[in-house]
């Protein structure tokens, strides 16, 4: 039995008489650290391996073991491909080396993103997860000339929700490999630990992250960060008093009590300067109400929350970094059910800026709740209002998983949400705003607003946004549908299958821009 032990030393990989007898991983278990490095793909006229900088500083440590085992054990890495070597130094007696593809890519105007930033998100959350298969709980990672990618990839990598089950996976902490970029990887880490608040607020059960609940979690981890941030959970009686009829006409077909959620962060230098104001889309569980869905999916409907959930984790991963800029966020919470109680096919209802709704659709709620907030928003003289929700299943057919559909009457702001979607892989579409699909919906039999369009199902996505147009007052306004990123199958490929918490990095991104511009007259 010690032969194979020899081999797996001798020539470093994990050779297939260890892997037969399953030595490799028992051998090294007990060794509790190791570490992910990055590696580039060769240069096709030279052939020449190309370590990162802190690959190269490792290998001159092991007297260029490294760089000999990986020429030995195969082809060039390709991008998003990994390789594990045993016993090539005490410290890390696991090392995974990972592919970073092309070294010479940066930002692809095909694609609209960042490849470079994007090869290293996917190339370290690998490496993470392969060590978090063999139970390493201690993994350094190469900062791969972007420290805040690699902590992205690596936090984000390494999420999965499996709160309820008995059997869990180990925790891995991964930390920065040398100390160098340590501003830059702690700030991923927020940004990856804000996006995976979101996914966890999304993929769990609705019986657990109720409106109560979610709320009684974003007053927990806000209370904690100072004087300068505050949480206001409003209860159905304030609802009332607002006149927030079309979010009350959706709560009152269940048992859950309605909450609105307000959340105010003071980072500005001036604290009288005009907030930035996300508003996002809170229904914890959407049956459709009594024009009920299909039962296949339905357990999907748990993450409809999706929008308040990134608009609170990117404040608090805002307040966490003491981004100087006041931002607002409000959530209206609920369900919505069918019961005796619910709103019914051509019911009508009034919104809290006086316009009347007719409600041709109970499943087309959440423009019922988004209304009333962004009523709401609007007396906040903010210098722009960005509102977030799982809105509608025709922007999943128009765009799927590839980007957040953006509806906006502002080019200032359209700049902005690009931009930060280049930066951190989450994509940003714009989407028509025209006169056409306002027409769609002001021309109702029966009250001011439809909340569906004349033409049915054609430009669902379109008609939705065109139906908010009309409770919002400011220049500066965009409505991100997120239904469309909701989940992640495959699509990201450094994030595990589940609900995806897209875009909180997006906004905290563009909320670190909007801090160092100042909004056009």
Not at 114 to 140: D, F, M, P, W, Y
Not at 195 to 219: D, G, K, V, W
Not at 297 to 308: F, I, K, Q, W, Y
Request: hydrophobic share 40%; with cysteine; glycine share 10%.
């Amino acid at each position: 039995m010690l032969q194979p032990l020899r081999c797996a030393v001798r020539r470093g990989v994990q050779h297939s008489c260890c892997r037969r007898l399953s030595l490799s991983a028992q051998c090294y278990s007990s060794a509790r650290k190791g570490l992910v490095l990055g590696v580039y793909e060769k240069n096709k006229e030279d052939e020449i391996l190309v370590l990162t900088q802190a690959g190269d500083r490792f290998d001159s440590t092991v007297s260029g073991k490294l760089r000999d085992q990986l020429e030995r054990s195969g082809p060039s890495l390709k991008k998003g491909k990994s390789r594990i070597f045993y016993g090539l130094h005490q410290e890390f007696p696991s090392v995974v080396v990972v592919g970073l593809g092309k070294e010479s890519v940066g930002f692809n105007q095909a694609e609209l993103w960042n490849e470079r930033k994007e090869n290293i998100r996917t190339a370290v959350s690998v490496g993470c997860r392969h060590l978090q298969e063999l139970e390493i709980e201690q993994v350094e990672v190469d900062p791969c000339g972007d420290a805040q990618a690699a902590a992205e990839g690596a936090v984000l990598g390494l999420f999965e929700y499996n709160e309820l089950k008995k059997k869990k996976k180990k925790v891995v902490t991964p930390a920065l490999f040398g100390s160098k970029e340590e501003e830059a990887w702690q700030k991923g880490v927020s940004f990856a630990e804000g996006q995976n608040l979101a996914r966890y607020l999304m993929e769990s059960p609705a019986n657990y992250i109720t409106p109560t609940r979610f709320a009684q979690i974003f007053e927990e981890k806000l209370g904690k960060l100072g004087s300068n941030v505050k949480v206001f959970t409003r209860q159905k009686s304030w609802i009332v008093e607002q006149q927030m009829g079309a979010f009350l006409s959706v709560a009152k077909g269940s048992e859950e009590p309605p909450v609105f959620l307000e959340i105010h962060y003071t980072g500005s230098p001036d604290p009288l300067e005009s907030p930035l104001v996300f508003v996002g889309k809170g229904v914890t569980f959407d049956s459709g109400g009594i024009s009920i869905k299909p039962s296949s999916g339905m357990d999907e409907m748990r993450a409809d929350m999706g929008g308040a959930a990134t608009i609170c984790s990117a404040i608090l991963t805002a307040a966490t970094l003491k981004l100087p800029i006041n931002l607002i966020g409000l959530a209206p919470l609920c369900e919505n059910m069918p019961s005796g109680r619910a709103n019914k096919p051509g019911d009508v209802v009034r919104a809290r800026n006086g316009k009347t709704i007719q409600v041709d659709n109970t499943d087309a709620e959440g423009r019922l709740l988004l209304a009333d907030a962004l009523c709401y928003a609007n007396s906040f003289n903010a210098q722009a209002i960005v509102n977030a929700a799982t809105l509608t299943g025709a922007m999943v057919v128009a765009l799927g998983s590839a980007a957040t559909g953006v509806f906006t009457n502002s080019s200032w702001l359209w700049t902005h949400l690009q931009e930060a979607g280049g930066i951190t892989g989450d994509r940003m579409w714009r989407m028509p705003l025209f006169e056409h699909y306002s027409k769609q919906v002001t021309e109702s039999a029966l009250a001011d607003v439809n909340n569906v369009g004349k033409d049915g199902r054609s430009g669902g996505s379109c008609t939705a946004a065109a139906f908010l147009k009309e409770f919002v007052t400011v220049p500066h306004w965009a409505h991100l549908d997120i239904a469309g990123v909701m989940m992640n199958k495959d699509e990201v490929p450094y994030m595990r299958k589940g609900m995806s918490g897209r875009p909180t990095r997006t906004l905290i991104e563009f909320a670190d821009r909007l801090s160092k511009d100042k909004k056009p007259s």
